[in-house]
């Protein structure tokens, strides 16, 4: 769950409060979402705080395949 | 060249000279006709309508030119012909500039067209023009074909020169923004000979490596573009080839083409297009600060919603316990009352009250007796008077005052009535109206006579 992406967590929080809001949920369920919720809701959190980028290219290599390789973002950002 | 072939008083002394006339090969004359035209015409601008065109196999153009009242044949070779952008066809005004040739073994002379541009219209804007009718017949542009560009993408695949302006204005905003994103740089040439083929290919090459890649590894969106420059510079993103690759993509597409006012061809063919590089980077790389607000709103929702649903129940426990008690009180006063009716019918089924009936019936039924006793018992003695009366009169001792006897057989005291029941030596009793006689019988006659 730590490597959750953001959007993935952002998605499932966002379906969350839909079943919540639809409101036809048993008690123990509604608890049950919501404690997920808050705990995407955590997540979604941290991981704006702490993104990372990652930046690759798309080669083609020997053989003719295509395959990603990082790039020296150096280069890019000269 | 033209002197010599106009300077007939020099000419006279090589060409044959027959009764005084000047007398020309076929050969000669086309070689002065070329000499003159070729040397007259050697760079020339020529305006028309272009008629007849039949390119060939090899990538000569061949065509004509003409107008009102005259036809100019005329070939544009293939190196020439490579570096139309236009679409060339019948019907187009043009203006051609070259030269004259004369082709002497058909004795015909044509433009051999270097440069051809529309009249009236840049060559690049007409071409322009018609590609873009084409693709727009085709539905290339059509607003039914764009997809969704999807929200928070999560790889980002980008068509452009990693020398160019357009990938570093993009990782500026993604340092400026949300960075939890992956970016996945296709790097083309955006310019110049070969650049369509590379963007065309770079585009199909994203969406051959979606087609093998793992589901988290494939690219949900492309930018597909370059920084700013000349219309020239620009003219790849209106290639034919680079429109198609956009078209076919099944990745979803947002161009990303020079500056605002820059608008090309694979802008109208694209999903969405981006008034610059930064401003595509702007579209798929969200504002941290939103979806730092997005987040918190949906954790507010999320609270709300869990309170209302625990109101509801709560609401529906109390209107549940409300309807229990007040159930429970009408179930109460339900039985309360059923218990009073059954008390009352209880008491009215009370023995004492039974005793007090049957009390009350035994006295009605003892007066009844007793009334009917005394009814009987006053009947009965009038009767019994009656019958008293009578006996007085039937009483065998008034029968005997009359002189009759009753005889007894002593023995059992029965009445004697048939002197056949007697035998000699039984003692009877006769009783008379006064007294007794006991006699022994000696004698029975059944006759009727007895023998005392």
Known sequence: MAEIKFEEALKKLEKIVDDLERGDLSLDEALKKYQEGIELSGQCSARLAGAKKKIEILVKNNKGDLEVKPVDEKVSEE | ?452
């Open chain 2, 1 to 452: 060249m033209v002197k010599k072939g106009v300077d007939q008083s020099d000419l006279f002394g090589t060409a044959s000279a027959e009764d005084g006339r000047y007398i020309y090969t076929v050969s000669d004359i086309t070689r002065d006709i070329q000499g003159i035209l070729e040397n007259t015409f050697a760079a020339v601008w020529v305006e028309g309508e272009i008629s007849n065109y039949r390119p060939s196999a090899s990538g000569h153009y061949y065509f004509s030119l003409k107008d009102e009242s005259a036809l100019l044949a005329a070939v544009i070779f293939k190196g020439a012909s490579r570096n139309i952008k236009f679409n060339f066809e019948d019907g187009l005004k043009v203006i051609c500039f070259g030269n004259v040739e004369v082709y002497p073994p058909h004795g015909k002379y044509q433009l051999i067209v270097e440069k051809i541009e529309p009249k009236g219209i840049g060559s690049l804007q007409l071409a322009l023009e018609q590609l873009k009718t084409k693709l727009d017949k085709e539905g290339l542009f059509a607003q039914e074909h764009k997809r969704l560009i999807p929200h928070l993408p999560s790889r980002v695949g980008i068509v452009t020169s990693l020398q160019g302006a357009a990938i570093k204005d993009i990782l500026k905003v993604l340092d400026r923004r949300f960075k939890d994103l992956h970016i996945i740089i296709n790097s083309v040439k955006v310019q110049g000979e070969g650049a369509r083929e590379e963007i065309a290919q770079a585009i199909e090459d994203f969406n051959f490596w979606n087609e093998s890649a793992a589901p988290d590894e494939r690219v949900d969106v492309l930018i597909v573009g370059r920084g700013g420059g000349s219309v020239e510079d620009l003219w790849a993103f209106n290639e034919e080839i680079v429109c198609r690759a956009i078209y076919n993509s099944k990745i979803p597409v947002i161009s990303a083409v020079g500056h605002e006012r820059d608008v090309t061809l694979s802008d109208l063919v694209a999903d969405l297009r981006a008034a610059t590089p930064s401003v595509a980077a702007e579209i798929v790389i969200p504002k941290k600060e939103d979806l730092r607000v997005r987040v918190e709103e949906l954790t507010d929702d999320l609270r709300r919603s869990l309170f209302e649903i625990a109101a509801g129940y709560s609401e529906t426990v109390e209107d549940l316990s409300h309807r229990l008690r007040v159930g429970l009180d009408h179930a109460v006063a339900l039985e309360s009352g059923k218990l009073a009716m059954v008390a009352k019918k209880l008491l009215l089924l009370s023995p004492l009250a039974l005793v007090q009936r049957y009390e009350d019936k035994i006295s009605q039924a003892a007066r009844a007796i007793i009334v009917r006793m005394e009814h009987v018992y006053t009947l009965r003695c009038a009767q019994f008077a009656k019958q008293i009366e009578k006996l007085t009169g039937l009483s065998p001792l008034n029968i005997l005052a009359r002189g009759y006897s009753i005889t007894f057989l002593r023995q059992t005291n029965g009445i004697m009535k048939d002197a056949g029941l007697l035998k000699p030596g039984d003692v009877i009793e006769s009783r008379l109206h006064k007294g007794t006689v006991v006699s022994t019988v000696t004698e029975v006659s059944c006759d009727g006579r007895d023998k005392v």
